[in-house]
């Protein structure tokens, strides 16, 4: 038994939950398909609260940025999201949502360039 007040104790032989991922990394990745499926714990972080943006990064790489804040008037707390996601291979789409405080994303790649060189045996 866990004690935090005089009113209010957890008995922690009952506490379980399950999630493929630690509370403290906060995100899950999973290949599948030819695509990349992402799962970022958004906890307490309104739909309409959260942005996501794409941006650049070193050498052919792109940075997913994920930022949300919602306050919770009944705690008088905030909740928050404020990740960057670092992509090796350029994206072609990244389609999101929010459902029972997870947002997943499902990034697809662009097809690598072929070069259109013209060979002629002569």
Do not use: C
Request: proline fraction near 3%.
């Amino acid at each position: 038994m866990f004690f935090l007040s005089d009113l209010l104790s957890f008995d922690d032989t009952h506490y379980r939950f399950s999630r493929p991922m630690l509370e403290r990394e906060g995100w899950y990745s999973l290949e599948k398909d030819g695509k990349l499926l992402l799962l970022l714990n958004v906890l307490g972080v309104d739909k309409k609260d959260i942005k996501l943006d794409v941006k650049s990064y070193d050498n052919n790489k792109q940075l997913i940025s994920v930022n949300g804040t919602t306050k919770n008037e009944k705690f008088d707390k905030d909740f928050s999201i404020n990740m960057n996601i670092i992509v090796g291979k350029p994206m072609e789409n990244l389609e999101w949502d929010v459902e029972n405080g997870f947002l997943t994303a499902e990034i697809t790649f662009q097809e690598p360039v072929k070069p259109s060189v013209n060979i002629v045996r002569k």
